[in-house]
């Protein structure tokens, strides 16, 4: 166990659907309530995770993370309980389980989807009496943690199939996060890609390219079943393949992304531009107003005094208008985490 690494992240977060998402986890953090995160690969689930443990009250406390699909069977219970010494053969010492290291923090408990029937009875026991028994014991043991769990499966769907006890669900379930896939987020694209190429020139120590126009246009147009680590690894590749070249041109770009649009017309994307018939002037108006705004914003990366000077209007005039558009811009979250894995 490594209990002093020091982690630096970042989330990126341009679509209104995630910044929302975002500041909604950000009071969330604060409860120190159970938290249940879903989304497909990728998404960010332990990212956010991360990020409700340094915004709760607890982050000076341990931090653990359990990927409970990586444990056999046989060992969860010791690991999570731990064992008096000759409980079982092999038990040779006694041995303390996560939840009583983490007492007073957060436990993170990844792809939950994945434990075994036999175990659930006593998580829930652990959520709902805050105690547990090492194996071995006869006696409960007092703990408190913070639970956040995380699923890329849909464990309303486990429930049904049996898999998943429904009472631990919906103890589990107090505040439920679903992280959006990639591709429904689709603003979210660029400003990441553009975040990896800084992230990894600066680790490879080369210039930070630029993205080819055709090549933005691939990315946007692609449906990311990876999401977000899979756009991670390709601006990874496509970095090292530039080899040191200013941009980045669709030779450094994965056949399956390059082809996508072909092998997909009906998918690929359509991006947003205003289509002048059977529409009135006001509403004409109204997108070319919205679009200007966005595009200002984003230049300006949110500072409404610079955009309004930009714009010729005045700050409150901008106020109201990104009040009634629900305009958001790029917002760049730091943290940094003591993690025990
Ligand atoms: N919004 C974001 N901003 C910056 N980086 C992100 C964002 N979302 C995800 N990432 C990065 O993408 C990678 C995948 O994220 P993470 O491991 O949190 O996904 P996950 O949902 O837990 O995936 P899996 O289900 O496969 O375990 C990580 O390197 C993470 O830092
Ligand atoms: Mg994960």
Redesign the pocket.
């Known amino acids: 166990m490594n209990y002093n690494h020091l982690y630096k992240?970042?989330?990126?977060?341009k679509s209104y659907s995630?910044v929302k998402l975002l500041k909604l986890i950000k009071k969330i953090a604060q409860t120190n309530a159970t938290v249940l995160i879903q989304?497909?690969?990728?998404?960010?689930?332990?990212?956010?995770?991360r990020y409700i443990y340094e915004n709760s009250q607890l982050k000076d406390q341990p931090f653990i993370i359990e990927n409970c699909g990586a444990l056999p069977n046989n060992l969860v219970e010791s690991e999570w309980f731990g064992h008096k010494k000759g409980s079982f053969t092999g038990a040779i010492n006694e041995k303390k389980g996560i939840f009583e290291i983490a007492n007073g923090g957060t436990i993170f408990l990844?792809?939950i989807g994945e434990i075994p029937l036999f175990i659930q009875p006593k998580l829930l026991r652990i959520l709902q009496e805050g105690e547990f028994r090492p194996i071995g014991s006869n006696q409960y043991k007092k703990i408190r943690v913070r639970i956040i769990a995380?699923t890329?499966k849909k464990l309303e769907e486990e429930v049904l199939k049996g898999n998943f006890r429904k009472d631990l669900f919906y103890r589990l379930n107090v505040f439920q996060i679903t992280?959006p896939p990639l591709r429904e987020r689709k603003e979210?694209i660029l400003p990441?890609a553009d975040?990896?190429l800084s992230t990894y020139s600066k680790e490879l120590n080369t210039i930070k390219p630029k993205l080819e126009k055709n090549v933005e246009s691939m990315l946007l147009e692609f449906d990311w079943p990876g999401?977000?680590?899979e756009l991670?690894n390709e601006m990874e590749k496509a970095i090292i393949l530039a080899d040191g070249k200013p941009v980045i041109t669709e030779n450094e770009i994965s056949e399956r992304i390059k082809n996508y649009k072909n092998i997909n017309p009906k998918k690929a994307l359509s991006l947003p531009s205003i289509h002048l018939k059977n529409i009135s002037l006001k509403t004409a108006i109204e997108q070319l107003e919205k679009k200007m705004l966005k595009e200002v914003l984003e230049k300006t990366k949110g500072n409404k005094s610079k955009a309004a000077k930009i714009l010729g209007i005045t700050r409150q005039g901008l106020l109201n208008k990104i009040a009634r558009y629900g305009l958001e811009f790029i917002f760049i979250y730091t943290f940094s985490s003591q993690v025990i894995t």
């Open positions: 992240h970042k989330i990126i977060a995630m989304g497909e690969t990728g998404t960010g689930k332990e990212l956010i995770a990844d792809e995380s890329n992280i979210d990441l975040y990896f999401n977000v680590r991670k």
